[in-house]
């Protein structure tokens, strides 16, 4: 049983066509990255994956630890070990960073049957992860991602991701925003969490994060298929020439 | 649940005194009677009355034609004599304080307690210290019989008993209330608290209260009402007057969650003298109409007003409230930020005035309204009217309608929390700017308010 299985996908999207029969498998430790030019359906996947509710499943299925992911809420996902690093997080004014990560961490402890963090602990017990990502303290006391400049919204999807460890990681073009410092700091906590097993599957229009994050697989996506499937040197294929390359071929086949 | 209220219990406590339901002339000689009041007060109080009768149900705002005059009991009295220890109270009283809170609230934060049940105070207790200072703090009625002499040099000048139909029928008939008097350059430290409850069926509360700050004096009133819920239509209409003399500093905190059958008609105002602060924090749940605008005249130079609302509408209420800010002196400031939540059909409207007159140069005005509604059928309204006579004023307006986002519950329920949770944690944050100026317990309280509306949001 792999850990995630994307069977014959198919999306719409406001009576659009967005994915038309994707499949994908994702074993544990694995690193995907989904490479593909705007509007091939990247966000999409990352989205449906997680439960988004504006979108409408026609065939197709995902498997995720054995059981059916569309049947499933966003939160239900969540506590499967699905995580999704938004590509643009979403701001709650008033709702502070330290609030909202530990209600999120009690929620999954909860569902574990483990005890809860007491809020004077939590800062504490969530100390090492601070210190990867070099977020100092006063970063808590914040709105969620009120205000936060691109880069800290970018850096805050990966605290949270250190912190809720989940087993599949969807990064949806976490390199954009970022600059080469913050950048360091993501690949550093990512390839931290990687030493654990967790899989990750990394969309980007860009090749940038994938010299700090090494992909096991790397996929072609366009319009809403994948193409080309291969190693790195399917990363160095789309530097060279572009994506064009492959909507030719796909135009011959 | 939004339409089973939480403090919807009530007690059978058999009131000694009680007038039949009606408004006349006879009624308001009998209360004024049974209070055994100077002269001055009961013609005062019939002057109301014929103001009363004379001015026609506003009809802007709320829809008010559900209110029967002739059908609400104006004068109701629980038990004959003050109490001033929390041990005199009579047990059936402390039962129903009890299961609000009172007690603990009074170990942990509370030093002095004015609390209304019905139309009188049953409990008051303030520290020595402040006897010592000079402070007054009472129940109106007893504030009344104590300091006649103050209550009437201040009493009806902030707020004229021809100020509008419910100010003249408060005027009339008021029972109860608080009375706040701070010596000059005293400072009182912890918040004076009043609780105010309704427990009668079909019976008005029309509490009067009057807050006099000397010069450089600080304080800050805080009160809280819950009421239970009946199926007759209620009345709740008070009048708030407050007086901030040169560099005093007025804070008046109001918490109140009233049953879904009230009409909530209050008339706060301040008159802020130079140099002076007042600042009013509202905060309106519950309730099936309320309309209600706190208001400071900025009479003396550079005085300064800050309003902080918060009104929450659900299923068939209309929370009609806002603020008005008068600047009449020079380099006076005023800051407003009103936030409103409707939810399952509630209507919330801002109203509010910001004047500044000629002679008031150099002025300053920030209002910001923001609406949060959660569904489509809710509603939201904004009526800003600025009425600005000099050139020189700096004037902010900020409204801005948002809606509890798709987006913003895929984010939160993408790491494990329930839409319901997700939804409490963003209406909690949308209000947090008020939440965060509330003494600590009111504050829990009004989160769990929230948390408590917010069960079983989604359908």
Redesign the interface.
Known sequence: MSLLEVNNLCVKADNKNILNGLNLKIEQGEVHAVMGPNGSGKSTLASVLMGHFGYEVISGGIWFCGQDLLRLKPEERSFCGLFLAFQYPIAVPGLTVEHFLRTAFNAHRDKKGEKTIKPQEFRQYIQPELELLKIKNDFLDRSLNDGFSGGEKKLLEILQLTVLKPKLAILDETDSGLDVDAMKLVAKAVNHLLKTKIAMLVITHYQRILHYIKPTHVHILTAGKIIESGNINLVKKVERAGYRQFEIDNVKE | MINQYSYGFFDDIKPIYSIPPGLSSRVVEEISFIKNEPVWMRKLRLKALAAFNKRIVPNWGADLSGIDFQAICYYLKPSERQESTWEKVPEKIKKTFDRLGIPQAEQKFLSGVGAQYDSEAVYHNLKEEWKKQGVIFLDMDSGLRAYPEIVKKYFGTVVPLNDNKFAALNTSVWSGGSFVYVPRGVQVTVPLQAYFRLNAQNMGQFERTLIIAEEGSVVNYVEGCTAPVYAVDSLHCAVVEIIAKPYSRVRYTTIQNWSNDVYNLVTKRAIAEEGAIVEWIDGNFGSKVTMKYPSVFMKGRGSRADVLSLAYAGNGQHQDAGAKAVHLATDTSSNIVSKSISRGGGHTTYRGLLHIAAQASNAQSKVKCDALLMDAQSRSDTYPTMDIKTCDAQVEHEAVVSKV????L??????????N?ATG??V??????IARELPMEYAVELNRLIELEMEGSVG
């Open positions: 986002g798709e987006e913003q895929f984010y939160l329920r993408s790491r494990g929390l329930s839409e949770e944690l963003i909690s944050g949308f209000i947090e700017p």
